[in-house]
């Protein structure tokens, strides 16, 4: 494949705010009359991205994850008095409905049966080292495609505090990828360099993001302990390593190379878990689609990915 252009789609962490993700990707749809899929040679996504790239590879339209995130959207994350004050303890929410629900989706399809080439981030905190389940687009590539894709879903989107750690895969001790890529984008790109060995001057960057809530950290964070940063210290994490992954693949690639949706919203606008603001995602989707539609339509659209054929199936 050198000399060709390798057009990555690369799809962030977020839970509930997916919607947002998929909603996108179903507009350039029906705005261009297109699948998606046909433009990208890859696909990575971490947690609720990954749930997303393991539909569009297995057949799903965006469309139809919409529909999957709508409607099973209340089950997965239900939260009454309850839940709140167990949160403090546990998970706050059981993995049954979300297992449920997955499976209702993928069914019997492993990754072998995916259409696409797919990279998709876990960790392990057994081992205490990152995990990545991937389909068997190399030849030493031979044991993740084997797996169900609703046990893979599951370990990427095992968000620590609100889900506990899936152990279906090998009786691992898998958790959200999100812990160390929930900006997969460079996960990405070092599969084509380092796997597929696609030169970077080829290689092409779709990233959608899941809404970047625009906060003021409080100056009592400058002396602040455990207590000051319990709230803050996870979504600051967060958003700088997804900074910093922009920041590289930019560099990599060179700023025109690397396209990256993601909305600035205000402050917990969005969370998590926030299922009662769905069509507030969808609306956000329509608008930020609407506007940056032209910028898809010339970088990406053009791009016709050449069939992938796994080695193992």
């Given at each position: 494949?050198v000399?060709?252009?390798?057009?990555?789609?690369?799809?962030?962490?977020?839970?509930?705010?997916g919607?947002?993700s998929?909603?996108v990707?179903?507009?350039?749809?029906?705005?261009?009359e297109t699948n998606?899929?046909?433009?990208?040679?890859?696909i990575?996504?971490?947690?609720?991205?990954?749930?997303?790239?393991?539909?569009?590879?297995?057949?799903?339209?965006?469309?139809?994850?919409?529909?999957?995130?709508?409607s099973?959207?209340?089950?997965?994350?239900?939260?009454?008095?309850?839940?709140?004050?167990?949160?403090?303890?546990?998970?706050?929410?059981?993995?049954?409905?979300?297992?449920?629900a997955?499976?209702?989706?993928?069914?019997?399809?492993?990754?072998?049966?995916?259409?696409?080439?797919?990279?998709i981030?876990?960790y392990?905190?057994?081992e205490?080292?990152?995990?990545?389940?991937?389909?068997?687009?190399?030849?030493?590539?031979r044991?993740d495609?084997?797996?169900?894709l609703?046990?893979?879903?599951?370990a990427?989107?095992?968000?620590?505090?609100?889900?506990?750690?899936?152990?279906?895969?090998?009786?691992?001790?898998l958790?959200?990828?999100?812990?160390?890529?929930?900006?997969p984008?460079?996960?990405?790109?070092?599969?084509?360099?380092?796997?597929?060995d696609i030169?970077l001057?080829?290689?092409?960057?779709?990233?959608?993001?899941t809404?970047?809530?625009v906060?003021?950290?409080?100056?009592?964070?400058?002396t602040g302990?455990?207590?000051?940063?319990?709230k803050?210290?996870?979504?600051?994490?967060?958003?700088?390593?997804?900074i910093?992954v922009?920041?590289?693949?930019?560099?990599l690639?060179?700023?025109?190379?690397?396209?990256?949706?993601?909305?600035?919203?205000?402050?917990?606008?969005?969370?998590?878990d926030?299922?009662?603001?769905?069509d507030?995602?969808?609306?956000k989707?329509?608008?930020?689609s609407?506007?940056?539609m032209?910028?898809?339509?010339?970088?990406?659209?053009?791009?016709?990915?050449?069939?992938?054929?796994p080695?193992?199936?």
């Amino acid at each position: 494949m050198v000399g060709q252009r390798f057009q990555i789609l690369s799809l962030d962490g977020g839970g509930i705010k997916g919607l947002f993700s998929a909603a996108v990707l179903s507009a350039i749809e029906e705005d261009l009359e297109t699948n998606i899929i046909d433009h990208f040679d890859l696909i990575t996504g971490t947690s609720t991205g990954g749930i997303i790239a393991l539909g569009l590879a297995s057949g799903l339209s965006p469309r139809e994850i919409v529909e999957f995130y709508t409607s099973k959207g209340p089950e997965i994350f239900y939260s009454n008095r309850r839940t709140k004050w167990r949160h403090w303890l546990r998970n706050k929410y059981s993995e049954d409905p979300l297992k449920a629900a997955l499976k209702s989706c993928f069914k019997d399809k492993r990754i072998a049966d995916c259409s696409k080439r797919v990279v998709i981030p876990s960790y392990n905190i057994g081992e205490d080292d990152v995990y990545l389940f991937r389909t068997p687009h190399a030849t030493r590539l031979r044991r993740d495609w084997k797996v169900p894709l609703w046990k893979v879903a599951l370990a990427t989107s095992a968000a620590p505090t609100y889900f506990p750690c899936s152990r279906h895969v090998d009786k691992l001790r898998l958790i959200d990828g999100g812990v160390w890529a929930n900006n997969p984008t460079m996960v990405g790109i070092v599969e084509a360099y380092g796997t597929l060995d696609i030169p970077l001057k080829d290689i092409r960057v779709f990233s959608v993001g899941t809404s970047d809530a625009v906060t003021h950290r409080k100056q009592n964070l400058d002396t602040g302990g455990l207590l000051k940063w319990a709230k803050t210290a996870t979504d600051v994490i967060m958003r700088g390593q997804s900074i910093g992954v922009n920041n590289q693949a930019s560099f990599l690639l060179g700023k025109e190379n690397v396209e990256r949706w993601n909305p600035s919203v205000a402050s917990e606008e969005f969370s998590l878990d926030g299922v009662k603001k769905a069509d507030d995602l969808i609306g956000k989707a329509s608008h930020v689609s609407r506007q940056c539609m032209p910028n898809f339509h010339e970088k990406f659209f053009p791009h016709q990915a050449l069939k992938y054929e796994p080695h193992y199936k």
